[in-house]
């Protein structure tokens, strides 16, 4: 027991960059991810081709490799050339990654919405923007909060995954005391600290979602 209390102090430091991660890849990438699903719906064919190429792309290849192309390889790109530090580059990739997700999952949810809501709509007077964000969009997010929820959960599993940046995570915090110390404890104590993050957003989205659901009855 004293051994797990005195890993803990650098275990809650690397919790706090992971956390640090989560929160600004959730705040970025949702509305990006609304943004682009009204892109994607557009009737603006350029535009809807565009943004379908690149949800394409960040859903199609691995995050892993585009957290690597953004700090490795944007530095090398003829004409660019960026560099950036480790957590805005970490960022990057894993906001352009989950704004994909989040827009085919809003793109779903704004085209399950019956077309005579429109219509009504636009019968009372209202237009595109007053007709999404007052009928179209309360109904949305009652819709995707499941799939929502679930790429939530992920998303605080995944942001392991910037251990290969040499960030001072969770995980890799985990790793570098199990080496120290040849020791697996860390491992299990790690396990529980995503565990009870994991429990909390699948509570907070339970709650969520038993509010929505009050609007069916």
Same mark, same amino acid.
């Given at each position: 027991m004293d051994y797990v209390i005195g890993i803990l102090p650098p275990l809650l430091e690397g919790t $706090?960059?992971?956390?640090? /991660?989560? &929160?600004?890849?959730?705040?970025?990438?949702?509305p990006l991810g609304l943004l682009l699903a009204l892109a994607r719906i557009s009737r603006f064919k350029a535009l809807s081709g565009a943004v379908g190429?690149?949800? =394409?792309? +960040?859903?199609?290849?691995?995050?892993?490799?585009?957290?690597?192309f953004i700090y490795f390889g944007l530095p090398f790109l003829p004409y660019i050339g960026i560099r950036l530090p480790d957590f805005p580059a970490a960022l990057l990739a894993f906001v352009l990654n989950y704004a994909a997700y989040f827009a085919e999952i809003f793109r779903a949810g704004i085209q399950s919405i019956d077309r005579g809501q429109y219509e009504g $709509?636009? !019968?009372?007077? /209202?237009?595109? !923007?007053?007709? /999404?964000?007052?009928?179209?969009?309360?109904?949305?997010?009652?819709?995707?909060?499941?799939? !929502?929820?679930?790429? #939530?959960?992920?998303?605080?599993k995944d942001t392991s995954l910037i251990y290969v940046l040499a960030m001072n995570d969770l995980l890799r915090t985990t790793r570098a005391i199990v080496q120290r110390d040849f020791n697996t404890t860390p491992f299990i104590? $790690?396990?529980? &600290?995503?565990?009870? /993050? #994991?429990? !909390?957003?699948? =509570?907070? +989205?339970?709650?969520?979602?038993?509010?929505? $659901?009050?609007?069916?009855?």
């Open positions: $706090a960059v992971t956390l640090q /991660m989560f &929160f600004s890849t959730i705040v970025l990438s949702l190429v690149y949800i =394409w792309l +960040f859903r199609g290849t691995p995050l892993m490799l585009q957290l690597l $709509a636009k !019968v009372l007077g /209202m237009t595109y !923007v007053q007709t /999404m964000r007052r009928i179209v969009l309360p109904q949305v997010i009652k819709r995707v909060l499941p799939p !929502v929820s679930n790429e #939530t959960i992920t998303l605080v104590v $790690a396990a529980v &600290f995503y565990l009870i /993050m #994991t429990l !909390v957003l699948t =509570w907070g +989205f339970q709650k969520l979602e038993k509010k929505y $659901a009050v609007y069916d009855d």
